[in-house]
C-alpha cells in the first residue's frame, strides 16, 4: 500500500531564501509522483510530475524536484522564495493496484514567505 | 473549456438534512474522485470513479453516497449531515488516476 509523508507541517523562509519541501513515499512498486500546489480559497493545481525519465523534473514557477529512488524521497526546491510562493503545498503518489491508479495525498505543508 | 466545476460554492445545513454536493467535468475524463479537506488532516479520499457506472470507497466514505451515471457528472450525497461534515469538498477528475488531477474549486459546507 502507498503512503505519503511530508516533514513539517509549515516551512517558514525569507523572501530570496532556498525553498525546501520534503516528500517520502512508501510504495511496492515505481510510482508516479506529483507536487500541487493550493493558494488560498482555491483549488489545488499541478506544480510538477514524475512519471518516467529524468529523475530530476522542473515545474512551474520556478520550482523542481529530484526523484529518489533509493531514498524513496521527491523533495520540492525553488533556489530564491517570492512572497507569491506562499501557499500550501501537497506530495502525491499514485501507484497501480488492481488494474488501477488511485492517488494518495499528503497532508500538506504550508510554506510561509517573510520579507 | 470551463474544467471541473463545483456547486454551490458555500452551504449552511442543519443537523439531519440532506443534500447534493455537484461535480461536473467537461474533459472526458474517466477518473473522478471526491476529497474532504480539513485543517492539519490534509486531502482525505471519500470516493472515487474510474468510468461511468463504477465507484468505490475511499478512506473516509461514512456518510457520503455518490453514482456516476455520466461520465461528465460524479455528484455526492450526503444523506444525514452532522456537524463532523463540516469542511471544504473538492472534486477532481483526470484521465486515469496516475495522471495530473484537475480541481474544482471547492464547496465550504457548514453543519449547525
Known amino acids: 500500500a502507498q503512503s505519503v509523508t511530508q516533514l513539517g507541517s509549515h516551512v517558514s523562509v525569507s523572501e530570496g531564501a532556498l525553498v525546501l519541501l520534503r516528500c517520502n513515499y512508501s510504495?511496492?512498486?515505481?510510482?508516479?509522483l506529483f507536487w500541487y500546489v493550493q493558494y488560498p480559497n482555491q483549488g489545488l493545481q499541478l506544480l510538477l510530475k514524475?512519471?518516467?525519465?529524468?529523475?530530476l523534473v522542473k515545474g512551474i514557477n520556478g520550482f523542481e524536484a529530484e526523484f529518489k529512488k533509493s531514498e524513496t524521497s521527491f523533495h520540492l526546491t525553488k533556489p530564491s522564495a517570492h512572497m507569491s510562493d506562499a501557499a500550501e503545498y501537497f506530495c502525491?503518489?499514485?501507484?497501480?493496484?488492481?488494474?488501477?491508479?488511485?492517488?494518495?495525498f499528503g497532508r500538506g505543508t504550508s510554506l510561509i514567505v517573510h520579507p | 473549456n470551463a474544467g471541473v466545476t463545483q456547486t454551490p460554492k458555500f452551504q449552511v445545513l442543519k443537523t439531519g438534512q440532506s443534500m447534493t454536493l455537484q461535480c461536473a467535468q467537461d474533459m472526458n475524463h474517466e477518473y473522478m474522485s471526491w476529497y474532504r479537506q480539513d485543517p492539519g488532516m490534509g486531502l482525505r479520499l471519500i470516493h472515487y470513479s474510474v468510468g461511468a457506472g463504477i465507484t468505490d470507497q475511499g478512506e473516509v466514505p461514512n456518510g457520503y453516497n455518490v453514482s456516476r451515471s455520466t461520465t461528465e457528472d460524479f455528484p455526492l450525497r450526503l444523506l444525514s449531515a452532522a456537524p463532523s461534515q463540516t469542511s471544504v469538498y473538492f472534486c477532481?477528475?483526470?484521465?486515469?488516476?496516475?495522471?495530473?488531477?484537475?480541481f474544482g474549486p471547492g464547496t465550504r459546507l457548514l453543519v449547525l
Open positions: 477532481a477528475s483526470s484521465r486515469t488516476g496516475g495522471e495530473t488531477q484537475y
Open positions: 510504495s511496492s512498486v515505481p510510482p508516479y
Open positions: 514524475y512519471t518516467t525519465g529524468a529523475t
Open positions: 502525491a503518489v499514485s501507484e497501480a493496484s488492481g488494474g488501477s491508479y488511485i492517488p494518495t
